[in-house]
């Protein structure tokens, strides 16, 4: 009886809880959260700027730009989540402008 009045007074305060609260996750949940934090919020504008003194910009710039491509498989098998038909779209358009941005200033013989 009070292993079943605990859990819905947990309930109740999952459901009660205001939008800045953070969520219930566990030790290691949270350091994966801040490794995720750190990685995106610093280390790769970091990376990028290093990658355009290396490479070349038309380069660099199709790189960047077939993140869509790789994502969506990556979020369909780690999470299981299916990609809609858009969001394929919506990563062809976003390749193929890198691609004509790139050929642009190319003289066709």
């Known amino acids: 009886l009070e292993a079943s009045m605990k859990k819905q007074r947990m309930e109740f ?22 490794f995720g934090v750190l990685f995106v919020t610093f280390l790769q504008p970091v990376l990028v700027v290093l990658a355009m003194f290396e490479i070349p910009l038309a380069l660099l710039l199709t790189l960047e730009s ?3 491509l790789y994502s ?15 969001a394929c779209i919506g990563a062809v358009f976003s390749v193929g402008g890198i691609v004509i941005l790139c050929f642009r200033g190319m003289v066709l013989k």
Not at 16 to 23: D, N
Not at 72 to 86: A, G, N
């Open 13 to 34: 305060d999952k459901a009660q809880r205001p939008w800045y609260a953070l969520p219930e996750m566990t030790v290691s949940s949270w350091i994966h959260v801040c």
């Open 66 to 68: 077939i993140g869509p």
């Open 72 to 86: 969506l498989p990556f979020s369909w098998v780690l999470q299981k989540e299916k990609p809609t038909f858009k």
